[in-house]
Structure formats: structure tokens, C-alpha cells
């Protein structure tokens, strides 16, 4: 009968292969390759393949993936090698041959389960292990549900490891570069244990890694160490002890390396960006196209009301009196580009995903895949979560005045819009794209009330049908009736350096008939992103009398000196102008919202500089205090040209 089939070596040709895969710059050593695309192998026979006539028959591949592979649940499947391959399934295609090798063309599914894969070949009763490869989601595949026509849209989405992220507030839109890093060699091994940490603990396993909406949800239940024994902590509003401040971290590496080395315990600290940024790194590694989106004025925790309230005190303080929901300044989730074979077709397309918590009355406190286009429709009940991303920006913000014997009086003239300039990175530029006719129709509208008329009668249906239960959403309260006597607004910059005193100009009309007598307080109080105060820092109060369609403007200066300790972490100011009709006891209000920005760091690199050769760079930044900087540091990372990060004291 002969010697039994030996295999000398198996090339996986990981060059070819990992070019033809775009996934050259994961790795040149190991083969890592996308699903619905074939990848050529060659495997060396310890002697001349004639040896083995009788067992050529019976001759096939295996591909398997997970702890316990399994025909049945489609971890483990079993194919022969033919001279022609299925481009629909696994297939072998025998495309060369030689005395003592052959070529083969290995073809896998566009629906494949992503994940470690073993690759054996089977002879007569024996199995040879080929080698391992690594299968990822193919957005270059018109049959993957991730597939991405636009090429310059794949570079930017999948490919690009440099990004930028969108902060500050609506009239002053900040960036802050980020590295995704998604293509350094050990990322793609932490994301592949990430995924089986959280299918541990949400008692799945390998089988649904097809469907890239169940990877997006295992993903983002993991970011946030609220669901399970997630990858990042979110930090509280004051505290980062023993622990790293949100606003220090450069990139997702540093984060993902932290957890993986501490055996998967939650890294201190993170906050929405934090969480976007990683959740980007992570999804991009699989194949996923995704971007970082941020909305500015977003409504948070509104569990899926279209109202959310502000409350002040007589003084135009800031309260906490509704620790829940809150209007932000900014909120930031991602964008995961799939087909949703899940829902009606117009359905597919970006989807929100966003790991930061939410309190929900049911379900894990991360929210989405949501169809962007069903949150700008209104189709509230698709999945995921669309309800809470429409609440978000489309709750109206009502502010409230409480008195001192705890009463509450409504601040005319103050109702707050949410879901402003919701941005993102352009493709192929570091240019700020406003994408929020993707989400919402404009203001005023036809289509925008349509779309408000469509959700107000789920509302009343939700009612009619479960009095007793409680409703998906809230009605938004009738519009107040303002008497319009008087008129306040204010004017201030945009942004500031630290160190300046914050110029503000406040006009104030009187549109009445008649005389009024007013009181006028105006503060400052800092802020922490998330409509949390911190401290009241200022203060000042005038009185006036306005004859009839008579105007007063005021300039008043609030000093560097007032919020210098106090500045918080966010680096935001609110100003607020309360108005006192002293007659007629009606209370207007007026607010602003200021990002104090410390001076930007400068980095010179010489003309000329030769690859593989050592060059020096100078950083360099301008004290605009009055008084020195002590103990500082820089933290330097720049990916191909330092390794990882270095602090400089």
C-alpha cells in the first residue's frame, strides 16, 4: 500500500497573500486574510507525490476555529481540493502541481465566522496541520455584509490609522488628533481576545461571528466596564486616583496593551471620546468600517423622553437636581458600515453604535447598531436603540429657575435644541465633515415635522395601549407662553487662551409698551463636559430701568484670576445673564458656553531626514501666563518614528 502522505512545509505565501488582503501592514510574518477572497498556499510533500496514488482520493482540507470546533455550528468545516473552487463556500482549487508540491487556491465564504483559524489537511486517517491564519471581515467583497463600494471611503475607514477627534462646543469646534494603531501586530490578537472575554460572559461563543452586528454589540459591551469586566473605566467627574485622566490619552494602543498586561482588569480612565476612539481601533482591526462621530448639545440619559430639563438657582447657578438626564455640550459615538440583513433594506448603510452608558429601562446600558437613516426617519421600534439616539437630538431642553422656597418658575427665552453640527472627519483630510442632514431633516422643516408628527403618535398609541406600563417615550411639554417684554442675549468669543480675562457683551431690549425696572445678574460658573458643574467662580449684579423699546448693552470682563484653579478638566465655561422683570416677576435667561484652550505645542522636524537614520526634532511651547509652569511633561508618540510613547520632564 506505501508510506502514509508527509508533508515537508506548507508556504502560506504571507506576503502575496497579506498584500492582496490589505493586511501588509498588520503583518509580514504571519498570514492574516479577509473573507469571500481566495489566498494560495503551497505545500511541500516529504517525497514525490506519485508515492501516493492511493490515498490522493481521499484527500481534503479542514478550517477550524474556537476551543471546540464543531461541523454542526459551523466552527469546523471539511472540503476537498478539486481543480475548480466555489467562490461561495469553502473550496479548494488545485491551481499548480509538481512532483512534490502543490498550489492551492484556498476560497472562503463571505459569511464566514471571523476568528483564529487552524488549517489541516486530511489524508487517508491522518491530519497534518497546514499552519494557522487569521480571517477578518472584507469590505473589498461585494458579498460581506461590511462591503464598501467607495475605495477612498475604505482607505479612510479600514485602512487609516490617524484620526481626529471632534470636541469643544457647537460654535467652536476643536480637534485632537488620535492613533488608532489598529494595524500593529499584537492589536489584532488583543481584539480577538476581547471578543472571547465578552462571549464568556454573555454565554455565547464562535458561531455568531459572522453577523457583524453581533460583533459591534460583543465590542461595545466590552468597552465599558459597566457591562461585564470591561476594557476601560469610565471616570467620575472629579477623581482619577491611580489612574489616567481621559484627556492624557493619545491612542488606543496604550489602552488596549494596559488591559491585555493586566490580564484583562479595566484601565483607569475613560469617557465617551475614549470609548469611540478604542471602539474604532477595534472594529477597523476586524474589517468593519467605522468612524468617530461627534454631536454637540446632546441629551443624555433622557431614556427616550423628548424633554430634558436644566434647573438654576435665583443667582444663575447651575444645579444638580436631575442627576440623570442632562443636556452635554458634546457626546461622541462611532459609525459601523454594514448591511442590515436584520431589517428592511433602506436600513442598511451607517449604523450608531455607542458604548458610553445610558440608563435604560431595559436591556445593557451600551445602545446600538442603530440605522442612521431610521433615526432620521423617526422609525423608532427598528433595532437597535434607535429610540434613545433620536431622543438625544431631538429633545427640547427646558430651564427651570428655583426659588428659594423651592418652587420652580420657567426661564423664558431659553429652551435649548439639541443634536447640533454633528461632525466627523472627512475622507482623505483632516477637514470637518457636518453630517447632520445624515441624522436629522432641517430645522423647521416640512420633513422635520413629519418626522416629529410619526414619533408624538407612537407616543399617544404607546399610551392608549399600556396605561400601566411605561411609555417608550414623553410627550414634550406645550410650548410656554412668553410675553414678549423683553429680550436678553449674549456675546462672547468662541474660545480663549488661558490666561485671559473672558470679554462679554450682554444686551438687553425692552420690547414693551411701557417703562421696566430690571435686575440683571450675570456668572460664570466651569463646567465638566457632560452638563455636570463644577463651581461657581463669578458673579456681578446691576440694576437699570429700560423706557419702552429702549436697548442697554453691557461689557464686562470676567478675570483669568476668578477661574484659574477652578478651570476643571473640560476647560469649559458657562455664562449666564438672568434678566428679573422686577413688575411683573417674569425671569429671562440667557447662557453661552466657552472653551478656554491652552497654548498649542509647536514641532519643528529639519528639511532633510534620512530613513533609518536618527533626526532630531524640537517641541515647543509659549508660557501666555503670567506666572511660571512647573513639573511639567510632554508625552511624545508618533507611530513609525518613536516606539510607542516617551515622557519628557
Known amino acids: 500500500m506505501g508510506q502514509g502522505l508527509g508533508i515537508k512545509k506548507c508556504d502560506f505565501k504571507v506576503t502575496v497573500n497579506n498584500n492582496n488582503h490589505h493586511t501588509e501592514e498588520i503583518s509580514t510574518e504571519r498570514l492574516i486574510v479577509r473573507r469571500g477572497q481566495p489566498f494560495t498556499i503551497t505545500v511541500c510533500f516529504s517525497a514525490?507525490?506519485?508515492n501516493y496514488l492511493w490515498q490522493l482520493k481521499r484527500i481534503l482540507l479542514i478550517a477550524q476555529t474556537g476551543s471546540h470546533p464543531s461541523k454542526a455550528d459551523g466552527t469546523q468545516t471539511e472540503f476537498l481540493i478539486s481543480s475548480l473552487g466555489d467562490q461561495k463556500q469553502w473550496s479548494a482549487a488545485l491551481e499548480e502541481q509538481d512532483p512534490c508540491f502543490w498550489t492551492i487556491s484556498v476560497n472562503t465564504p463571505a459569511n464566514a465566522p471571523i476568528g483564529q483559524y487552524a488549517l489541516l489537511l486530511h489524508a487517508s486517517k491522518s491530519d497534518h496541520?497546514?499552519?494557522?491564519?487569521?480571517?477578518?471581515?472584507?469590505?473589498?467583497?461585494?458579498?460581506?455584509?461590511?462591503?464598501?463600494?467607495?475605495?477612498?471611503?475604505?482607505?479612510?475607514?479600514?485602512?487609516?490609522q490617524d484620526g481626529v477627534i471632534y470636541w469643544g462646543t457647537e460654535n467652536a469646534v476643536?480637534?485632537?488628533?488620535?492613533?488608532?494603531?489598529?494595524?500593529?501586530?499584537?492589536?489584532?490578537?488583543?481584539?480577538?481576545?476581547?471578543?472571547?472575554?465578552?462571549?464568556?460572559?454573555?454565554?455565547?461563543?464562535h458561531t455568531q461571528r459572522k453577523n457583524p452586528v453581533y460583533i459591534c454589540r460583543i465590542v461595545a459591551a466590552m468597552l465599558n466596564c459597566d457591562e461585564f469586566r470591561g476594557?476601560?473605566?469610565?471616570?467620575?467627574?472629579?477623581?482619577?486616583?491611580?489612574?489616567?485622566?481621559p484627556s492624557k490619552w493619545l491612542g488606543s494602543g496604550p489602552i488596549l496593551r494596559q488591559w491585555i498586561a493586566s490580564q484583562c482588569k479595566p484601565v483607569r480612565y475613560g469617557q465617551c471620546w475614549v470609548f469611540a476612539a478604542v471602539m474604532c481601533s477595534v472594529l477597523r482591526c476586524l474589517g468593519i468600517p467605522t468612524r468617530v462621530v461627534t454631536g454637540f448639545t446632546w441629551a443624555h440619559n433622557t431614556n427616550s423622553s423628548l424633554s430634558v430639563d436644566e434647573y438654576y438657582d435665583e443667582d444663575g447657578t447651575l444645579l444638580t437636581q436631575d442627576k440623570n438626564a442632562r443636556v452635554w455640550t458634546f457626546h461622541v459615538w462611532n459609525e459601523c458600515w454594514m448591511a442590515r440583513a436584520d431589517l428592511l433594506p433602506e436600513y442598511s448603510g451607517w449604523q450608531a453604535l455607542d458604548a458610553t452608558c445610558q440608563n435604560k429601562s431595559k436591556g445593557p446600558s451600551f445602545c446600538g447598531p442603530a440605522p442612521v437613516q431610521a433615526i432620521k426617519e423617526g422609525d423608532t421600534e427598528a433595532d437597535y436603540d434607535v429610540c434613545y439616539f433620536f431622543a438625544a437630538i431631538n429633545a427640547k431642553c427646558q430651564v427651570w429657575i428655583q426659588k428659594t422656597d423651592h418652587t420652580l418658575k420657567p426661564a423664558l427665552g431659553s429652551t435649548k435644541?439639541?443634536?447640533?453640527?454633528?461632525?466627523?472627519k472627512s475622507v482623505d483630510s483632516e477637514r470637518c465633515e457636518d453630517i447632520t442632514h445624515n441624522y436629522k431633516y432641517p430645522e423647521?422643516?416640512?420633513?422635520?415635522?413629519?418626522?416629529?408628527?410619526?414619533?408624538?403618535?407612537?407616543?399617544k398609541k404607546l399610551e392608549a395601549t399600556s396605561s400601566s406600563s411605561k411609555t417608550q417615550f414623553s410627550f414634550i411639554p406645550t410650548?410656554?407662553?412668553?410675553?414678549v417684554n423683553l429680550f436678553i442675549h449674549l456675546q462672547l468669543k468662541n474660545f480663549l487662551l488661558r490666561g485671559q480675562d473672558v470679554p462679554l457683551s450682554i444686551e438687553v431690549f425692552n420690547h414693551s409698551g411701557g417703562e421696566k425696572a430690571t435686575h440683571l445678574l450675570v456668572g460664570a460658573q466651569s463646567l465638566h463636559y457632560n452638563g455636570v458643574p463644577v463651581t461657581q467662580l463669578w458673579k456681578e449684579e446691576f440694576h437699570f430701568t429700560l423706557r419702552s423699546n429702549e436697548a442697554n448693552t453691557l461689557q464686562v470682563f470676567v478675570p483669568y484670576s476668578q477661574y484659574r484653579e477652578e478651570l476643571g478638566q473640560d476647560h469649559l465655561l458657562r455664562l449666564t445673564a438672568i434678566l428679573k422683570d422686577e413688575d411683573s416677576f417674569y425671569i429671562y435667561l440667557a447662557q453661552e458656553e466657552i472653551i478656554i484652550c491652552d497654548p498649542p505645542l509647536t514641532i519643528?522636524?529639519?528639511?532633510?531626514?534620512?530613513?533609518?537614520?536618527?533626526?532630531?526634532?524640537?517641541?515647543?511651547?509659549?508660557?501666555?501666563?503670567?506666572?511660571?509652569?512647573?513639573?511639567?511633561?510632554?508625552?511624545?508618540?508618533?507611530?513609525?518614528?518613536?516606539?510607542?510613547q516617551r515622557k519628557y520632564k
Not at 476594557?231 to 485622566?245: A, M, S, V
Not at 534620512?610 to 506666572?627: C, D, F, H, R, W
Request: glycine share 6%.
Open 444 to 459: 423647521g422643516s416640512f420633513q422635520e415635522k413629519v418626522v416629529l408628527d410619526k414619533a408624538y403618535t407612537k407616543i
Open 174 to 205: 476643536l480637534a485632537q488628533p488620535w492613533d488608532f494603531s489598529q494595524f500593529e501586530e499584537d492589536i489584532v490578537d488583543i481584539c480577538f481576545t476581547l471578543l472571547d472575554v465578552g462571549e464568556r460572559h454573555r454565554d455565547k461563543d
Open 604 to 644: 519643528e522636524f529639519p528639511e532633510n531626514m534620512v530613513q533609518y537614520q536618527p533626526s532630531m526634532a524640537k517641541i515647543g511651547l509659549l508660557n501666555p501666563l503670567t506666572e511660571p509652569l512647573e513639573k511639567c511633561v510632554i508625552v511624545v508618540a508618533g507611530r513609525g518614528l518613536i516606539y510607542r
Open 479 to 483: 410650548a410656554l407662553e412668553e410675553p
Open 48 to 50: 514525490p507525490i506519485h
Open 129 to 160: 496541520l497546514l499552519g494557522n491564519f487569521t480571517l477578518l471581515f472584507n469590505p473589498w467583497c461585494q458579498d460581506d455584509e461590511v462591503f464598501l463600494a467607495n475605495e477612498a471611503q475604505r482607505q479612510e475607514y479600514v485602512l487609516n
Open 231 to 245: 476594557i476601560l473605566t469610565e471616570c467620575g467627574t472629579r477623581q482619577y486616583f491611580n489612574g489616567t485622566p
Open 417 to 424: 435644541y439639541t443634536g447640533n453640527n454633528i461632525s466627523t
